[in-house]
Antibody, heavy 115, light 107 residues
Framework: EVQLLESGGGLVQPGGSLRLSCAAS????????MTWVRQAPGKGLEWVST????????NYADSVKGRFTISRDNSKNTLYLEMSSLRAEDTAVYYC????????WGQGTQVTVSS | DIQMTQSPSSLSASVGDRVTITCRAS??????LAWFQQKPGQAPKSLIY???ILESGVPSRFSGSASGTDFTLTVSSLQPEDSATYYC?????????FGGGTKVEIK
């Protein structure tokens, strides 16, 4: 059974940084593209970033480009999202999903950017 | 960027009704279109991929179809547990994009 478990969310001040993690199990992690999707309070789904199975290919939404970095450690079956220069509009539930068509989702982790 | 225009934004229907939700893409997707169901407080759940292929375990009352750049999610006989928000997503090219969502309520 595929399991995706996000962690690392919390309250951070504007301009601050946070690293999200997504622990994966139940499938061959290194074989799959992985994706981060977020959902602001009361809003729809917004794609954030995607990374290839080997970690070489990455893509970002314009809204996070230059501030967020996606990475993965295939030896630990873990996906990461390093977030910096955080803004109030980054407040959202962040989900990891597999693969780019998001067949499987984690339960999400809340990120709140506020002073 | 590929824009996904989803309609309607909300609908109310009775149990047993046939419900249709549409997504229009701004360019060809070659069937790289997925549909999701999200209930309050839960993560989205994949229903359909490649425009018309049902995910394992999804009830057969859900179906998807495509005609050019128009994509449709149909619920043949609405059930109380289908009350949720539904989203389409194109995965043909980056940036990946979602439709704005359709909130389905049961009368």
């Amino acid at each position: 059974e595929v399991q995706l478990l996000e962690s690392g969310g919390g309250l951070v001040q504007p301009g601050g940084s946070l690293r999200l993690s997504c622990a994966a199990s139940g499938f061959t992690f290194s074989s799959y593209v992985m994706t981060w999707v977020r959902q602001a309070p009361g809003k729809g789904l917004e794609w954030v970033s995607t990374i290839g199975g080997s970690g070489d290919a990455t893509n970002y939404a314009d809204s996070v480009k230059g501030r967020f970095t996606i990475s993965r450690d295939n030896s630990k079956n873990t996906l990461y999202l390093e977030m910096s220069s955080l803004r109030a509009e980054d407040t959202a539930v962040y989900y990891c999903a597999k693969p780019e068509r998001c067949q499987d989702w984690g339960q999400g982790t809340q990120v709140t950017v506020s002073s | 960027d590929i824009q996904m225009t989803q309609s309607p934004s909300s609908l109310s229907a009775s149990v047993g009704d046939r419900v249709t939700i549409t997504c229009r893409a701004s360019q060809a997707l070659d069937y790289h279109l997925a549909w999701f169901q999200q209930k309050p407080g839960q993560a989205p759940k994949s229903l359909i991929y490649s425009a018309s292929i049902l995910e394992s375990g999804v009830p057969s009352r859900f179906s998807g179809s495509a005609s050019g750049t128009d994509f449709t999610l149909t619920v043949s006989s609405l059930q109380p547990e289908d009350s949720a928000t539904y989203y389409c997503q194109q995965y043909k090219s980056y940036p990946l994009t979602f439709g704005g969502g359709t909130k389905v309520e049961i009368k």
